[in-house]
């Protein structure tokens, strides 16, 4: 089986944060006048709904559909209104993010304002409703009618589908919005990550700097959610590994090399963004303290124990991965003048 979950759940889940965001729209939509205060979830909300809300459309199109087409006919029946209604969707979402687009752009008037309400309600009102008859009706009977086979066949489609799409945002996003998107992720979906991408997120740290070049940090890649859980219960700060659906533990001897921690930290680094930019979430689970020898030893002596690691090599991280459950917020940072000098450190 590719998930625990069926996939018609996993695009419940889908609809249950599409629902909140809607919700937020909706109040949004009311609060126009008000820009300081609307114009940043705005843009966030239809960032949203201009990127990843569409991976969902895909998935149902490309990989449930195909699969429920098989016992209804495309054109008639709640498979053709479904698909209908998500041509209506798609259109509609284009007038209204373009009508956002110049508000946020500076045409806060009120006629813009009001073209944004109309086109905005009734996106609301159509896909709420939409997804009431998908949840209540097709998905119904979609797990009525699909055999374990159908299902595991989707649930891939749906990891392909998902790779897919990151590769595509990887060449819009670039590496300066990534590195100023990326955010910590500890609550993941159940949706497995697979062997493909784990190990070439490995094959990516291989091109991380090192002092003198001298690669000696060796990864692990755990996906046992036994080995997960146990993981997990190192230290409280890394208590969030249970929900992990992968690891990637770090391991060097610190003899090899007097940058052992450095070189380690680094290629961490790049197993996270190349995580991000396979739509994945990352976090970073310290086994290294540098005030506290004695908690490193605890925290190391436990890893080492569960993953078989030999007494003399450190493991000062662990990398927890899986898809994200939820799009991260935004995070305040000190201001550019609060860290930035030239030439010299400020006098005080
Ligand atoms: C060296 C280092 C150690 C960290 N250790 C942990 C940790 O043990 N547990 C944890 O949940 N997050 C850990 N983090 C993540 C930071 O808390 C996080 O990056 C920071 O709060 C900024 O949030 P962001 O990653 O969402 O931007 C660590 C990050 C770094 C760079």
């Known amino acids: 089986m590719v998930s625990a979950k069926k996939p018609t759940d996993l695009l419940k889940e889908d609809h249950q944060n599409v629902l909140k965001k809607l919700d937020s729209l909706d109040e949004m939509i009311g609060n126009l006048d008000q820009k300081d205060k609307v114009a940043a979830p705005l843009k966030e909300v239809s960032s949203f709904f201009q990127t990843d809300f569409w991976v969902h459309f895909d998935k149902e199109e490309q990989a449930l559909f195909p699969e429920l087409e098989k016992f209804i006919p495309r054109e008639s029946g709640p498979l053709g209104v479904m698909l209908a209604e998500h041509e209506d969707l798609r259109k509609t979402n284009a007038d209204f993010q373009r009508t956002v687009s110049e508000y946020l752009g500076g045409a806060d008037n009120p006629e813009t304002m009001g073209e944004i309400q109309q086109q905005g309600s009734h996106f609301i009102t159509v896909l709420r409703d939409h997804i009431f008859k998908e949840d209540n009706i097709l998905f119904s009977m979609a797990d009525a009618h699909l055999d374990q086979h159908q299902m595991d066949k989707v649930a891939e489609l749906f990891l392909k589908i998902d790779g897919g799409h990151v590769l595509e945002g990887k060449q819009e996003r670039g590496v300066i919005e990534?590195?100023?998107?990326?955010?910590?992720?500890?609550?993941?979906?159940?949706?497995?990550?697979?062997?493909?991408?784990?190990?070439?997120?490995?094959?990516?740290?291989?091109?991380?700097?090192?002092?003198?070049?001298?690669?000696?940090?060796?990864?692990?890649?755990?996906?046992?959610?036994?080995?997960?859980?146990?993981?997990?219960?190192?230290?409280?700060?890394c208590s969030w590994l249970n929900s992990a659906q992968a690891a990637i533990a770090v391991v060097i001897d610190p003899l090899s090399t007097r940058y052992w921690l450095e070189d380690c930290s680094v290629a961490a680094y790049s197993i996270w963004l190349a995580a991000e930019a396979r739509g994945l979430g990352a976090a970073w689970a310290a086994m290294h303290q540098g005030d506290k020898p004695e908690e490193s030893v605890r925290r190391q002596k436990h890893v080492r124990e569960i993953l078989s690691i030999p007494d003399e090599l450190a493991v000062p991280m662990v990398i927890g991965l899986g898809y994200r459950k939820s799009p991260p917020a935004e995070r305040e940072r000190p201001a550019l003048e609060e860290i930035i000098n030239w030439e010299s450190y400020p006098i005080l």
């Open 178 to 237: 990534m590195l100023r998107g990326r955010r910590s992720c500890k609550d993941f979906l159940d949706t497995p990550v697979s062997p493909e991408i784990l190990s070439e997120l490995v094959d990516i740290a291989r091109y991380s700097p090192s002092g003198a070049n001298k690669n000696t940090w060796r990864f692990i890649i755990i996906t046992e959610r036994q080995t997960l859980d146990r993981l997990s219960e190192t230290a409280r700060t």
